[in-house]
């Protein structure tokens, strides 16, 4: 089943804004931790991962943050553009399988 | 250019019929899922292979099968057994099991009347 929580499900922000979405899981051992994008009618595609040997990882607007402790981790998205809305799903590798959050629809309103 | 396809994009069928989604890779990947996505939810995993000639059930195996013959392939077929058939479907494929990234197709639009 779905062990792993991801909030919010939708979010709305201002072109310029930053985003925040955050997930959580369940298993300790897990480590790996990808961030996929998806846009309407298409397959998701991976943004950005994190492993468990790390706590933060940035790629130019987009950086994830891991907390093993806490077992939960985020996604940030700063200066939104129109083109950053789509659906974003995080992901842990849990029991030998990767689970995927439910997805947070994600809208950049210039 | 390497990468995951499906086809077609959009299958329509009548209940009682079985159907069966395309999926080929070329990326040398051993590990090949498929998923099913319904609207408002996450990716829920339906079967994986990660060898040739083997294959092993996922969360929502119910009504479905798969084969896979070759390692490039891994086609899912819908039978007249799943109960609700319609669906958004994605495979994706990995150099192997998790904690791998998962490369996916642009996926194929179900709609069973």
């Known amino acids: 089943g779905e062990n792993v929580e991801q909030h919010p499900s939708t979010l709305s922000v201002q072109e310029g804004d930053s985003a925040v979405i955050k997930c959580t899981y369940s298993?300790?051992?897990?480590?790996?931790f990808p961030w996929y994008k998806q846009e309407l009618g298409k397959g998701p595609q991976l943004i950005i991962d994190?492993?468990?040997?790390?706590g933060e990882k940035k790629d130019q607007r987009i950086a994830v943050t891991l907390n093993k402790t806490a077992k939960h981790f985020s996604l940030h998205i700063t200066e939104t553009q129109p083109e950053d809305s789509a659906v974003y799903f995080c992901a842990a590798n849990e029991y030998n399988d990767m689970r995927f959050g439910a997805g947070t629809r994600l809208t950049v309103k210039p | 250019d390497g990468g995951i396809t499906q086809s077609p994009k959009y299958l329509f069928r009548k209940e009682g019929q079985n159907v069966t989604l395309s999926c080929e890779q070329n990326?040398?990947?051993?590990?090949m899922y498929w998923y099913r996505q319904d609207p408002g939810q996450g990716l829920r995993l339906i079967y994986y292979?990660?060898?040739?000639?083997?294959?092993q059930k996922g969360d929502i195996a119910e009504g479905y099968s798969v084969s896979r013959e070759k390692k490039e392939s891994f086609p899912l077929t819908v039978t007249s057994a799943q109960k609700n058939p319609t669906a958004f479907y994605l495979c994706?494929?990995?150099?192997?099991?998790?904690?791998?990234?998962?490369?996916f197709g642009p996926g194929t639009r179900l709609t069973v009347t």
């Open positions: 994706a494929s990995s150099w192997s099991r998790a904690p791998y990234e998962q490369y």
């Open positions: 994190i492993r468990s040997n790390v």
């Open positions: 292979s990660q060898i040739v000639n083997d294959f």
């Open positions: 298993d300790s051992a897990s480590n790996y």
């Open positions: 990326l040398n990947h051993d590990a």
